[in-house]
Each structure stands twice: as structure tokens, then as C-alpha cells.
């Protein structure tokens, strides 16, 4: 052999090698263009943020308003360009000539189909003109002569970038995905829409450059931070993404297909497409503390803050914050639809308290009038036949009281003329209803009633099952006191589930309204008496004073307040969950994002109907995603055993890519140091295989006792996940511990085991105990065919 093809491959190697090299140049010439631009654009910005704020003398209360919104806008535009992203150019599409001449308000052409003669048919086979070109990022950004340098990811134009397929490319030759860290393009990545076209670039053939971009972003390694897909969305996805605002949208999918990361970007394309409409705000709801740490960092990323609040389910009700988690069955108890109608006695029995005074005594007509216990019983049955909250009925209670002295101290018979009548009535209610007396004595019967105070007071066994009659069993009334026992005055000891029944308590006691606190007497500046501003130092003038970014104001909880309501994982929202994320919603349109194959609520037809009636009959628009690009199709495998016997008849999302390396199965011994040991074992040898985080599931009651056995271990790498906490969250690799106690902890306990063997991108291991009765090579029952 004289070595001839293999020089012919190393020379093959070196051409391809060189178009690489030229195109990462090229991407970078592009790169270094539209950072100089935003630049020049971020120079404008400082300039008019310091010109506006010099200007401290202005003529009007009108001219203060205008300078200091002008000064926010610009603050907020410079925070957005002066903010570093590590790839804030990330692709490009090549466009062949389209069916209109028409330009969008982003510079780009609108059309999506291409022309009737944008592909000419010759001898040498189909050859195109590429008529535009555009870069896609994460702002848009133009130059000086109005041409897009970037377009926005959100614009219209930038959605053949992820919607085109060879099946469908429309206008697109090349997509291409371009890897940026900063200011330096690393490499870039070509898929070819229409190979079979002959597309020439400025008279010469279009290069592509590699493959699979998308297998290269799902291999990269996880930290303890969601990134944002914005440079890898899918066709499926980028169709919720865009879907249309109004009304409901719903979307299901299972593992790996993306949903949360679709439920936040699609909150950062609401925003763009109409940021007047969402100014009312977006509230994104996740089921636990840990996802909501896990995604704060996407929305800042895709140019989107402030204007959209993630809150888990333990925060959602302002000045409370739980993360512990009930039993499974006081769980059922709390989350039921059932606890309405007992919260709803226990608000109005509260108010019947033992220590309220049994006896009224006032003097009118120069006798003492007295009201005893029955007749303030009496009394009290009445005011509580309002619908009105229980804090707001306090001045029903107040009139019937004085009706009744009234009554009692033989007034209606003292003046035999209507008119007459009716007038002493009112100075009697004025004269009596102004004693200290009578005042203290309404404070002390009908005290303002806190929602914490009532949830303590169902902590009383005897109280409780008054309260709950004919509604809870009696061992469900036993559970439910023992375990609110554990909460103390301040609201220590509170779980997730207690959020939703303060939620609803708040809504029962209601607030009275607060007089409004005096004001320091002294002079008011001229501008004030004109304008009536309570404050005079402005945004601009605070800025000035060295505050270097604007900060969101913080935003008052008001139960009806948010424009858009986008709730992940809502396959485990309980009845009085979905209570009381509706009432933050009443106005709303909706995002409803989840798998019912991952649920680990108990009664989900509970939970629909609950929902049902938090959305209304608002029309609803439903889309399935259907790929997992998060599990290696080995996994993949794994994971479905379970999901045939958790919900029989589901189907699995398809998994994209495989890697050739198997799960793997071990036996442990059951409890104590061994188990710890052989986890503990387990937990290192992955830490080795793989680079990025390790995540190690256990069923709840496991969970303390493991982080002790994992203390110390994995450098800020491993992470311990009680069963119900691991919803929504991946690891490059996952360690399983005693899957039969996963499954054994609820009804929806198989379900919840589906979700723990689906966290991993990179490889999985399961530990198995005796109980799960492993076989010879430790495959639990549970995973066996």
C-alpha cells in the first residue's frame, strides 16, 4: 500500500478543519461588530441617565414625571446591555429570497414562504441566491442605518430558527447554532434544511460546518442552575412558546421534554410580544424551594426581570415561607377540597372564644342595662349569618349589639311617634356607641381574628372535630390536630400544605381596613401643594445619589393582581392548592404546565375539578410535547417499566440520543451503617464518572438521615433529594436508594418513583434493599420485565 487514501483523509480533514476555522472567524468578526454597537448604544444610555439627572430644577410637576420616566426606562435599558451573558449571540439562519419585499419592525423580512423564483432549476441541478442573512440573540440589536445585527430570539423573524425541518424548511437553507462564551465565539454547528440545494453565499457555495448541535448542548454537564434552551428550542416547544396569550393554554409532556424551561421562556416572549398588556406581571408558580432556586437565573438571561415572580407553593402567601412537608396521609387531608368547609367553621367558631367576656353593661335612661350570655349568643348568631368575612363583620356585630340594648333598655316604647323614635334610636347608638365601655367590650368579643390563630386552633382535638362534623373521620381529625400541633405563634412549624389553608383563612377572616398613619405636621414644599407627590426624591435623583441599577419595586400580594399565571408541575397541585393559586389569577390568562404520570397527589379527579373552576370557562388550547432530550434512551428504558405500572396505557416521550452505557444495580443491606456505607460508596464512584452534579433520591423519611451519611462528600456537586422534592430538577447523574420505599410511601407513590428515575442526563444507579427483593444482578422487583 503506498498510503495514498490516507494522506487523502488527514488532507479531507484539514479542508474541513479550515472551513471550521474560517466560519468561527467569520461568526467572530460578526460578534465584535454587535458588541461595538451595543456599545455605542450603552454610551447613549449613561449619557441620558446623567444629562436627565443634572437636570434637578424642572419647571413642572408634569416635566419632573416625564424626566424621571425617561431616566427609568433608560436605567433599565442599560442594566439590560451592560448585563454579560455567556452566549449572548447563538445563531443564524441563511434565507432564500421570500414571496413579499416587506420588512418587520425588527429590520428582517416577514415572509415565511419563499418566492416562486428564489430556487432556479439548471443541468447542474436546483441552485439559490441566499437573500438574508440573520444572526439570532438574545436582545435585538441595529446598526446606525437601521440593519439588524441580532435579532431578538422572541421576534417573529427569529421562528424559522426554531421551527424549521427539512420536512418544512421554508425560507432556510442553513440553520446554525453558534457557541459563544462572552466575547469569543468557540465554534459553530451546522444543520442543512435543504440539502439537496446548490445555495450560493455572496457568489460563492454555502459551507456547512458539522452536525448534531443539539446532541452537543444535551451532552454538556449540569451545575445547580438551569440554563436556558433559548439557543437549542425545539419545533414542538418553540410552538408554546408562541402560542397565542389568551385564554388557557396547557401543555403536557413527560421527563426530559422541556416544560419548565418552556413555561419560562414562554414568559419572556409574553413579555416582549406585550409588555403593556403583562404589566400587571407574570407569576410563575413551581412546586418546591428547590426548583424555584433552580430556574431564578433563566429569566435575567433571556433579558427578562422584574416584571415576573416564581414562587414556590410554600410562598405563595406574602410574609410565609415552608419547605417541610406533611405525612402522605395528613398530606391527603390538608390538600382536600374538603378542608374548605371546615376552615370556613373554624373561621366563625374562632370567634366564639372562651375568653371573651359573657356579660354587657351599660347605663342609658340613668338605669344599667345588661346584656347576659344567651342573648350575646343570640347576638352573635346573627352577625355570623352574614356572608361577609369574619374581621368585617364587625360592624354588623356592632349595630346588632346596640340594637339589642336598645331593645333591652325599653327605648322602642319610649316614643310612641316614628320620626321621634327613630331619632333617639340614633343618638342612643352614637351616645352608647362612643363609651369606653361599650368600645372595649366589642375589641375583647369580636377581636380581630388572625388566619395563623385559627390553623392553631384546629390544633384542639375536641374543637377540630366540632368543626369538621360529618365533613372528616374521626382519624382524619385526630391526624390533622396532631400535626398542626407543631406550628407556634410566629409560624414556625408550618408546611407546604398549611400555605394553602392560611391562603384560604385570609380569604374567610378577611383584613379591615387600616386608617391611614398621621402625617408629621410641618411645611409642605410648593411642588407638593401643586402635584400632591408624597415624595420628592426621584428615581433620576436617587440614581444620581449613587444608586447604580434601578430595582424592582417590590409588589403588594393582591390575590386577582397578575396579568398571567403560568403554573409548572401542576399535575401536584392539591384541590386547595389550585384554590389558592386561582385567586392570584381571577383576571389572568393561563400557562398549565405538567404530566400526570408524574403526579404525586392521590386524587387527581379532585384536583381537576378544583382547577376546573380556578380557570373558569375560559377556552382552553392544549399542546403535548412528546421528546425527551433530558434521558439517554438506556434510562429511558428503565424508567418506563415503572411508568406501566404507575399509569397503564401512558405513553413515553421518545428519547433522542443514547450513550451506549447501561444503568446500573447494586444490593445494599437494610438500615444502618451498612446502607449508609454502600450509598455513601455508590455516591463517589459517580462523582468520578461524571463531571457535573450528582443527584442522590431517597423516600422522604430517609432523606436527614442520608445527608448525614453524605456529609462532606462531592464538593458542592451532590445534592440529597427527599422523593418529592426531585419534581423538575436533573443531574448529570442520579443514585436511586430503596426504590420499593418510594413506591410504598402514598397511592402515588409509583408515580413519584417514575420521577426520581428520570432525573439524570448521564447515568443512573439504583440501590436496592431487601425489601425490593433484587435479583442476582440487584435489579429490584419493581424494574424487572
Known sequence: MDGRPADRREQGAEAVESVRDRETRHEQDHLEAVYRRLEEKIHEAEFLVADAARRVQVGTPGALAERDAQVFQAGLHLNRLNSEFEDFLFGRIDLLAGKDGQRGPDGAYTSVEPADDAIRVTDGGDTADIAETLHIGRLGVLDAEYVPLVIDWRAP????????????????????????????????????????????????????????????????????????????????QDRVIRAPAGAVTEVTGGPGTGKTAVALHRAAYLLYQDRRRYAGGILIVSPTPLLVSYTEGVLPALGEEGQVVIRALGSLVEGVEADSYDEPAVARVKGSARMARVLHRASRGVADAAQAPRRLRVVAFGSRVELDAEELAEVREQTLGGTAPVNLLRPRARRLLLEALWRKSGGPGRYPEAELAEEAREAFFEDIGAEDVFRDFLAAWWPEVAPLQVLRACADERRLARWARRVLRQGEVRQLARSLRRVTADGAGLSVHDVALLDELRVLLGAPARPEPAREAGPLDPLEQLSGLEELTTYAERLAGGGARPQPRERPEQPADYAHVIVDEAQDLTPMQWRMVGRRGRRATWTIVGDPAQSSWAAPEEATRERDAALGNRQRRRFELTVNYRNPAEIAAVADRVLRLAMPGARAPRAVRATGVEPAFAAAPDGGAGLGEAVREAAKRLLDEVPGTVGVVLAMARREEARGWLAGLGDGRLVVLGSLEAKGLEYDATLVVAPGEIAAESPAGPRVLYVALTRATQRLVVLAVPADAPDAAGVPALLRD
Do not use: C, N, W
Not at 437553507?173 to 459553530?188: A, E, H, N, P, Q
Not at 457568489?203 to 458539522?210: N, Q
Open 157 to 236: 423573524a427569529a421562528a424559522p430558527f426554531y421551527r424549521a425541518t427539512p420536512v418544512a424548511p421554508g425560507r432556510v437553507v442553513r440553520r446554525r447554532v453558534i457557541r459563544s462564551k462572552g466575547r469569543r465565539v468557540l465554534g459553530v454547528e451546522d444543520d442543512l434544511l435543504r440539502p439537496g440545494l446548490r445555495a450560493l453565499l455572496d457568489g460563492a457555495e454555502l459551507p456547512v460546518v458539522g452536525d448534531g448541535a443539539l446532541m452537543a448542548t444535551l451532552g454538556r454537564a449540569r451545575g445547580h442552575r438551569m440554563r436556558d434552551i433559548v439557543s437549542s428550542i425545539q419545533a414542538e
